[in-house]
């Protein structure tokens, strides 16, 4: 099996209805070296569905993972399996995800109470995979939230093979909280993920809840071996270039203007369109570009007024450039 790369320091967490392929393309402009994530996908989806469409990406988004929802070893094998058959660099179980939906079908964030069942998981898609299969995991949920249940749930994991755990340092409150406010009401105790790469060395501990600034970033990668940045990538994804600049010793490249993601943007929508996606299903992705600018918020209402209309093209992107100072 080929290791996780550790030189992977930033990454961008896998955020339902947000980081699709549109997103992760747009988000590759801007960060060169970050590893993404997909959204989260059903293993049942890709075993009853269209698998080939679910898992399609563009060959630029590398390094991209996969991350997988389910409990069913056997059916995630197979779902393993075909992430790696489509070129995935790294297929990542949930462990994280509070919703009811998922709580329902017996993944996610309540899976943390059945490492075994986890375990037996990764141990099948590890057998059929020749890519890494890694955890994302809370740090706890609802009443079991101490440390040592934290350590145990990882030691299990460990002892079935897994090295590499993305820990988003928040428990999550599976009854009473709903999944917008698990990422922001339970508190933050990175203290607990420095303890577990304290106490396994070994391990690829990646942090992730609530990082906002280089300053943080730098300030984490003292301790643990990679962040993973949420919501922050996508409300001010210009952000992302100032980390690649600061992380990451590049002797050519040079981050562009807003402007020109942009310009490198519109070769993909048309490519995108000509294939039946609608406009506003790429430029949704766009909006915090010029988030704290002159002229974002004309940027953002234009787009958010002209892409849903019958007919829009490439000209209401080129309308909404033109409300821009050219320097931004």
Not at 100 to 129: H, I, N, T, W, Y
């Amino acid at each position: 099996m080929v290791g996780y790369s550790t030189t992977c320091k930033v990454s961008i967490a896998p955020m339902m209805d947000w980081t699709d392929r549109h997103c992760r393309f747009f988000l590759r402009l801007l960060a060169p070296s970050a590893r993404l994530y997909t959204e989260m996908v059903t293993a049942a989806a890709l075993t009853h569905g269209d698998a080939e469409r679910l898992l399609q990406f563009d060959v630029v988004e590398h390094p991209v993972a996969l991350q997988l929802g389910g409990s069913d070893p056997k059916m995630m094998a197979d779902a393993a399996k075909l992430g790696a058959q489509a070129g995935y660099d790294e297929i990542n179980i949930n462990v994280g995800c509070p919703s009811d939906r998922v709580q329902s079908g017996q993944f996610g964030a309540c899976l943390m109470s059945s490492p075994d069942v986890v375990a037996s998981c990764f141990k099948e898609m590890s057998s059929v995979s020749d890519v890494p299969v890694t955890v994302k995991t809370r740090i706890g949920i609802d009443d079991q939230i101490s440390y040592e249940f934290l350590r145990e749930f990882i030691a299990i994991l460990h002892t079935a093979g897994c090295d590499t755990f993305i820990v988003h340092a928040r428990v999550a409150i599976l009854q009473g909280l709903s999944p917008r406010e698990n990422r922001s009401v339970p508190p933050l105790h990175y203290d607990r993920v420095y303890e577990l790469k304290r106490e396994f060395p070994d391990l690829t501990i990646v942090l992730n809840g609530g990082i906002v600034s280089t300053e943080q970033v730098l300030s984490h990668l003292e301790t643990v071996d990679g962040v993973m940045i949420g919501r922050q990538a996508y409300h001010q994804p210009y952000f992302l270039t100032e980390l690649e600049a600061v992380l990451f010793d590049h002797k050519d490249w040079q981050a562009p203007s807003r402007h020109e993601v942009i310009e490198l943007m519109i070769p993909y929508i048309e490519r995108q369109m000509s294939a039946g996606t609608e406009l506003k299903n790429i430029t949704r992705h766009l909006l915090g570009l010029y988030a704290g600018q002159p002229g974002a918020r004309a940027w953002r209402r234009h787009l958010s007024e002209h892409t849903h209309l019958p007919g829009a093209g490439i000209e209401v992107l080129q309308e909404a450039l033109a409300k821009l100072p050219k320097a931004a």
